[in-house]
């Protein structure tokens, strides 16, 4: 199943955004919720991962203090909030799910992530 992401967009540095994940509701149990990002001629990269059973979450060192993932179990939606945003946060948005039985969700294994969708923009100048 296609998870589907929304929310990007472009704002001056310093400024915030909330992005938004629509996902499926069997992830609610014992997955790894991962948020990631790519810049034009880079890698994807993993920058934040929230387990789905216990709400713990883990965030890559570039972003820690600044953003935050959530969920919505009721309204089967995920999000990433982020603050103080800085121009090396541009790239392209997505995110994705594992199945977990461990809880444990960091380092985030990106090849295993499912789900991937078109993901959403984000541009801080």
């Known amino acids: 199943v296609q998870l589907v992401e929304s929310g990007g967009g472009s704002v001056q540095a310093g400024g915030s955004l909330r992005l938004s994940c629509q996902v499926p509701g069997y992830i609610y149990s014992r997955y790894c919720m991962g948020w990631f990002r790519q810049a034009p001629g880079q890698e994807r990269e993993g920058i934040a991962a929230?387990?789905?059973?216990?709400?713990?979450?883990s965030y890559t060192d570039s972003v820690e203090g600044r953003f935050t993932v959530s969920q919505d179990s009721a309204e089967n939606m995920a999000y990433l909030q982020m603050d103080n945003l800085k121009p090396e946060d541009t790239a392209t948005y997505f995110c994705?799910?594992?199945?977990?039985?461990?809880?444990?969700?960091?380092?985030?294994?990106?090849?295993?992530?499912?789900?991937w969708g078109q993901g959403t923009q984000v541009t801080v100048s």
């Open positions: 929230l387990y789905t059973e216990s709400g713990r979450h």
């Open positions: 994705a799910a594992v199945p977990r039985g461990g809880g444990r969700c960091w380092p985030m294994l990106t090849p295993l992530y499912r789900g």
